[in-house]
């Protein structure tokens, strides 16, 4: 079995793959103090509580936007699995030209995403929307090349900064409003927040098509934990939540010796 593993800001996604077979994923809260042992035991912990034995894990595939934890979880695979795990980072055979200016600055978790949207839509155009703490797009070719792509506050951290940075504005619950012109504070914030965010992907899929793939329609590939709120919008052709850990499988497979 192979255990992959995304660290995000918010939250680390993990995914265990038996053969070509997603069989478990999980979550669990990204603390950057976490221990080596409170990892360990926490990926050993939900793999047997699911019906699956951990000694039976071959192999373990990471990517980390959250640097300060990557020590931790690569010490908690040595000593809960007696094995290195694999870090998807710069130098890493992805398959991708990557044409950003400075190639090392792409994130592992959006080099992950294009993997895995390559994988499952070979030889088309790609844009790849996470919907995570930020929501970011990413434009693919045909060919392969990574083009790069735009970053913006997610929805959650939209929220934060309504509730933070007013006197007087509450937090709420991430949600589909009935309305766009909501008759409640609450429910204005909550349209803000979603027909904001359908605006912001609508306007990022038509410039990336005029910008990067010269009018050609690209498959739109939504992820993340929010891309489901939004699937009977019609943004999407594709919505793949476990983007990331198909892309890091794949990713392992392409730098096996």
Do not use: W
Request: aromatic share 8%.
């Amino acid at each position: 079995m192979i255990l992959t593993i995304d660290v995000g800001n918010t939250q680390i996604l993990g995914g265990l793959f038996e053969g070509a077979e997603l069989v478990l994923q999980f979550r669990r809260i990204t603390s950057a103090g976490t221990s080596s042992d409170e990892l360990g035991l926490f990926l050993r912990s939900v793999i047997r509580e699911n019906g699956f034995d951990p000694g039976l894990v071959k192999e373990i595939v990471c990517c980390s936007v959250v640097p300060s934890i990557n020590h931790s979880l690569g010490s908690a695979c040595l000593k809960y699995f007696k094995m290195e795990a694999f870090f998807v980072q710069a130098g890493t055979k992805t398959g991708l030209k990557i044409k950003y200016n400075h190639p090392k600055d792409v994130g592992a978790d959006r080099i992950a995403n294009a993997i895995g949207g390559i994988l499952l839509h070979p030889d088309k155009d790609l844009i790849i929307i996470d919907m995570g703490t930020a929501t970011t797009f990413d434009a693919i070719t045909f060919d392969r090349n990574y083009l790069g792509g735009a970053i913006a506050p997610g929805l959650k951290m939209s929220m934060l900064a309504l509730e933070t940075g007013t006197a007087k504005l509450p937090s709420v619950e991430i949600a589909r409003p009935e309305h766009a012109c909501g008759n409640s504070t609450i429910e204005a914030i909550q349209a803000g927040l979603y027909y904001g965010h359908i605006g912001l992907v609508h306007e990022f899929i038509y410039r990336f098509e005029a910008e990067c793939f010269q009018g050609r329609k690209p498959v739109v590939i939504g992820t993340g934990g929010f891309a489901r709120l939004f699937e009977s919008t019609g943004l999407f052709s594709d919505i793949q939540p476990n983007l990331v850990l198909l892309g890091l499988k794949k990713a392992l497979e392409l730098n096996r010796t």
